[in-house]
């Protein structure tokens, strides 16, 4: 089965540096790469995703490359701000096989003003 | 808000109690899942349903764990004969079978004492 490996676990920050979060997957059929951010006490929340057939994808501050070949998917986040302060967790799941979304074990970014 | 609503968020059960979730699900989407969640790490899948028929469970699920959604629309989970081990969050998602997007629900706590 899949298996998703996060790192760093914890990331500090000074408000407008760039905060970059790395994740590998196992399996290589596995082409849908969601990133979640999840605050205190509440659920994960989707903030970006990219699917197997692009290569990067661009939401304002947020981006996300993915490496199919190396089986690597990466997290960007440039000027960042002290509301970006939360937990972030990577995921990937084989969409058309039915298959479930599993997660990394998160990073906890700091952004500290 | 129609986003996808768990009940009850918080529960405190003593050991060898009985503990039900309920979890209605963004309506229309018909894929439902359920996933565990432990202090400092990443959601973990436990099931998931596609209409009403559970499509696949974890090993994580055991036989004191279980999950229905009979009618297709709301889902529960019952955990019997509570152990401290099953103290953790349990949160529900759900999705349209041909849209790749998973939205979480904000959580339910489980402390057993």
């Known amino acids: 089965g899949e298996n998703v490996e996060q790192h760093p676990s914890t990331l500090s920050v000074q408000e407008g540096d760039s905060a970059v979060i790395k994740c590998t997957y196992s399996?290589?059929?596995?082409?849908?790469f969601p990133w979640y951010k999840q605050e205190l006490g509440k659920g994960p929340q989707l903030i970006i995703d990219?699917?197997?057939?692009?290569g990067e994808k661009k939401d304002q501050r947020i981006a996300v490359t993915l490496n199919k070949t190396a089986k690597h998917f990466s997290l960007h986040i440039t000027e960042t701000q002290p509301e970006d302060s939360a937990v972030y967790f990577c995921?990937?799941?084989?969409?058309?096989?039915?298959?479930?979304?599993?997660f990394g074990k998160g990073t906890t970014l700091s952004v500290s003003s | 808000d129609t986003g996808v609503s768990q009940d009850p968020r918080h529960k405190i059960t003593k050991r060898g109690q009985n503990v039900t979730f309920r979890c209605d699900p963004i309506?229309?989407?018909?894929?439902l899942y359920w996933y565990r969640q432990t202090l400092g790490q990443g959601p973990e899948f436990l099931t998931y349903?596609?209409?009403?028929?559970?499509?696949?469970k974890s090993r994580l699920l055991s036989d004191r764990f279980s999950a229905e959604r009979p009618k297709g629309s709301f889902s529960t989970l019952e955990i019997q004969r509570t152990e401290q081990g099953d103290s953790a969050m349990y949160l529900c998602?759900?999705?349209?079978?041909?849209?790749?997007?998973?939205?979480f629900g904000e959580g339910s706590w489980l402390t057993v004492v």
């Open positions: 998602a759900s999705s349209l079978v041909q849209e790749d997007t998973i939205y």
């Open positions: 399996d290589s059929a596995s082409n849908y």
């Open positions: 990219i699917r197997s057939n692009v």
């Open positions: 995921a990937a799941e084989h969409r058309q096989a039915g298959t479930a979304l599993i």
């Open positions: 309506s229309e989407h018909n894929r």
């Open positions: 349903f596609q209409n009403e028929a559970q499509l696949e």
